[in-house]
């Protein structure tokens, strides 16, 4: 049974950082490629960053990009989401999503296997 969990949410003030783990188990990070998305109360799931399956190969959203980082620890078959310098604009539920399959980053039905999702609230 494939499994995401997610955990490294929070309620932080703006500037501030968070990093976001996503725990794969039932897979290894190898044959899948890894993507996090973000829904806000009222918006539509947002593709935010994505990690190929040989990790070479990253793309992000133009929101976050010189803010946001994603990266992979392969012997704990754990995908990281650095967050920082965050605005309120990047409140959401964050989740990981994981996919063997031909994707696109944001694309969410390109993705077979989601988590939880992880709370992540920035405001003063």
């Known amino acids: 049974q494939y499994q995401l969990v997610e955990s490294g949410g929070g309620l932080v003030q703006p500037g501030e950082s968070l990093r976001l783990s996503c725990v794969a188990s039932g897979f290894t990070l190898h044959s899948f490629a890894i993507a996090w998305f973000r829904q806000a109360p009222g918006k539509e799931r947002e593709g935010v960053f994505c990690?190929?399956?040989?990790?070479?190969?990253?793309n992000s959203i133009d929101s976050v990009k010189g803010r946001f980082a994603i990266s992979r620890d392969m012997a704990k078959n754990t995908v990281f989401l650095q967050m920082n310098s965050l605005e309120p604009e990047d409140t959401a539920v964050y989740y990981c999503a994981a996919t063997m399959r031909n994707y696109h980053c944001s694309l969410a039905d390109t993705y077979d296997y989601w988590g939880q999702g992880t709370q992540v609230t920035v405001s003063a």
């Open positions: 990690i190929s399956r040989t990790g070479q190969d990253t």
